[in-house]
């Protein structure tokens, strides 16, 4: 049976994730308090009907941080197999969020300061982070970008293979925070100042052959292939399945974009299972 249990960061967009699962045939329960996982988990085992499970569980529960990792140490010593999804974004986006729905949140105090409750849970999930096995930052995913993501990841996911997300970004509209390998190409030359490719992007061959016409562009690559050819089996052989392989360049429309799709391409090649995901390309 897959287990997932999803956490993170209060207005990271959990709720809306849970749907998600549902859309790729998880048994889903939101909102579930901390203590209860373990019985779930117990109760789903003996169901033999059941063989995708995705639970959500956050500070909305009483007693959370100190339930959370004694749960969670019951399962290990259990050899029970779950996966801990996190789902995470930036103060100044969660700040935001809390505005525009106007909910409260769940750790707000008598200040009544939103950012002084969002940095007070994310000190407060340090821990349980650090032991998830995917990190998720939506701070500049859309809804779909969100789906899209957890589909990937999540969707007919083979635990022994390893499930690559290839993004590329714009450093303008900020960083990749979810990236296990980040590479700036801003080093390379701009397809931006080229007469003909300015609104064009990586994905049209008149770019993407100009970016790899460089001979510094194409070492480049190389590089970055065996490079990612000899950390996937390290990185398989401790456990870790999922690898989010980013790219950056200035306004995420050009380089970034050749570069992913490459390594996208290099990684499929490979036998791998590879996605790719262009987070800035229809930004303006």
Do not use: W
Request: with cysteine.
């Amino acid at each position: 049976m897959e287990f997932i249990i999803v956490t993170g960061v209060s207005g990271a967009g959990k709720s809306r994730a849970i749907s998600d699962f549902e859309d790729i045939g998880f048994y889903c329960v939101d909102n579930i308090p901390p203590a209860l996982i373990k019985k779930f988990a117990e109760l789903c085992e003996t169901n033999d009907d059941l063989h995708k499970v995705a639970v959500v569980t956050d500070s909305r529960g009483i007693n959370f941080f100190e339930d959370f990792s004694a749960v969670l140490d019951d399962l290990d010593e259990k050899n029970f197999s779950y996966k801990i999804l996190f789902l995470d974004a930036t103060t100044e986006v969660l700040v935001n969020r809390f505005k525009e729905t106007r909910r409260k949140h769940p750790l707000i105090d008598e200040s009544g300061s939103v950012e002084k409750a969002i940095e007070s849970e994310k000190n407060l999930l340090n821990n349980i982070r650090e032991k998830a096995d995917y990190i998720i930052d939506t701070s500049r995913l859309s809804t779909s970008q969100l789906k899209q993501r957890i589909v990937s990841i999540f969707e007919e996911n083979p635990v022994e293979t390893m499930k690559a997300i290839c993004m590329s970004y714009g450093f303008k509209y900020g960083p990749a925070n979810e990236a296990d390998l980040m590479f700036d190409v801003r080093c390379l030359p701009n397809p931006f100042y080229v007469d003909g490719l300015r609104h064009k992007t990586g994905l049209d061959e008149p770019v993407k052959d100009y970016v790899l016409s460089k001979t510094t562009a194409i070492e480049l690559l190389e590089k970055i292939k065996d490079l990612i050819d000899f950390l996937i089996p390290l990185y398989l052989k401790e456990g870790k399945s999922s690898l989010v392989i980013a790219f950056g360049c200035t306004g995420g429309k050009h380089r970034s974009v050749t570069f992913a799709q490459a390594i996208h391409e290099h990684l499929i090649e490979k036998g791998y299972i590879s996605t790719v995901n262009h987070r800035d390309i229809d930004k303006h």
